[in-house]
């Protein structure tokens, strides 16, 4: 009988180990710069309801701490104000590197920051990466394209770029992240995945972002004037941030193989007009559409073509469409104090 009984207890505690093992195993320190802001605050809620251990580092340039304030009390969530353009040294399995201002306002501000922080930024995130073995994601744009002839743009179009125009600190910033990605994957083997994202929307954008979902949304509650830059011919393809969120991550747990980069957005292509008109409906409000002059170097079109995300993303593709995205995101806008978010800093 005791044979048994000691048999069945190895059997049992067998069980327990492997299985903690498995759970373990599963447990990653992952590690997301820019984390407080747009994008970044809904990765590291997904990652900490994932079981995770999330690291958000973030400098506050262009966010509040208010977007991870219902993390903080999580035992698997940590927050560091960190500048990345500086090194940092931490021990990580993953990183995502999201730091960076992204809408043109925020970009533009603070043109010479804005570069280091994605040529300076990445360096550091690739060196930390290189020492810990970690996979490491860079959240490059579709600006890589610039204002595109290719239309709907594949990742193999090269892009027609302004390098010296006031995009440029963004846009060839985000390129030469890319070459780093791509050379400490070369030279070093670093575990890299790069993706490129389209124009995206929903609740904690900075109202004041300038953005032009941000700016009409804003507009339209307070009763102000709706600014369509030029004709508003010129068009954008708009993503509900849950179904990029769902993209990432699909991108960072897929093969090593598949290192990028890969598009990801909705090809759901609408003009400015378009958007100006579905805002002032769905809002209900009384707002004009007036004209601004458009800004230098504004792109025309804009369209990701999303055949390698389908194919290598295990038919990743957006599932909510602009209309419902953007009631959504209007009921967050009405939720919040609008006073409460600054205008950045640096
Ligand atoms: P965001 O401004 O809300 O987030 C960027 C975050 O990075 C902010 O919290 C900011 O404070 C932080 N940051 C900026 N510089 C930093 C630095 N030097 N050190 C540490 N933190 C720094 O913008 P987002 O829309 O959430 O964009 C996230 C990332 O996705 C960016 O890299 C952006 O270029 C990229 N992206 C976004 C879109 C979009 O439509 N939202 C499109 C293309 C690419
Ligand atoms: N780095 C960092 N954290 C680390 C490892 C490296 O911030 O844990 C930075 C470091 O400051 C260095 C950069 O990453 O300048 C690039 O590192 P790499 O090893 O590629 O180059 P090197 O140290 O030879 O300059
Ligand atoms: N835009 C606009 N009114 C605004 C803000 C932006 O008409 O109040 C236009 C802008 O000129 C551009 C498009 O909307 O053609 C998208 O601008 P956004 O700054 O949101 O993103 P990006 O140009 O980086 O795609």
Not at 13 to 27: E, K, M, P, R, Y
Request: net charge negative.
């Amino acid at each position: 009988v005791a044979f048994f009984v000691g048999l069945g207890l190895m059997i049992a505690l067998g069980q327990v180990v492997a299985l903690g093992t498995a759970f373990v195993s599963t447990i990653k320190r992952i590690l997301v710069t820019g984390g407080a802001g747009f994008l970044g605050s809904h990765l590291c809620e997904r990652l900490v309801d994932e079981g995770h251990d999330v690291i958000c580092v973030d400098n506050f340039f262009t966010s509040q701490k208010s977007n991870v304030d219902h993390l903080l009390d999580k035992h698997n969530f940590e927050l560091i104000r960190h500048d990345i353009t500086h090194p940092l040294w931490l021990e990580v399995d993953e990183i995502y590197n999201l730091a960076c201002p992204a809408a043109p306002g925020h970009y533009q501000y603070n043109p010479i920051k804005t570069m280091k922080t994605s040529v300076m930024g990445s360096i550091n995130l690739l060196g930390l990466a290189k020492r810990c073995r970690a996979k490491i994601f860079q959240a490059s744009t579709s600006e890589v394209y610039g204002d595109p002839e290719v239309h709907p743009q594949p990742e193999s179009y090269r892009g027609a770029v302004n390098p010296i125009g006031p995009r440029a600190c963004y846009d060839e910033g985000k390129r030469a992240a890319e070459t780093l990605f791509m050379d400490y994957w070369r030279q070093n083997g670093v575990n890299i995945r790069i993706v490129r994202i389209f124009n995206t929307y929903g609740p904690r954008m900075h109202p004041y972002d300038g953005r032009v979902v941000s700016n009409f949304i804003r507009q339209a509650l307070n009763g102000e004037d709706i600014t369509v830059f030029g004709e508003g011919t010129q068009t954008r393809s708009f993503c509900y941030r849950d179904d990029l969120v769902e993209g990432f991550l699909r991108m960072m747990n897929g093969p090593d193989e598949f290192v990028g980069p890969v598009n990801i957005g909705n090809p759901g292509e609408f003009t400015i007009m378009e958007l100006a008109e579905l805002v002032i409906e769905l809002t209900g409000s009384g707002s004009k559409i007036v004209h601004k002059p458009l800004p230098a170097d504004d792109p025309m079109q804009r369209q990701p073509d999303i055949s390698l995300a389908k194919k290598h993303l295990g038919g990743w593709e957006p599932t909510v469409p602009l209309r419902e995205g953007l009631a959504r995101t209007i009921e967050w806008f009405k939720s919040i104090d609008i006073g409460e978010y600054r205008a950045p800093t640096p």
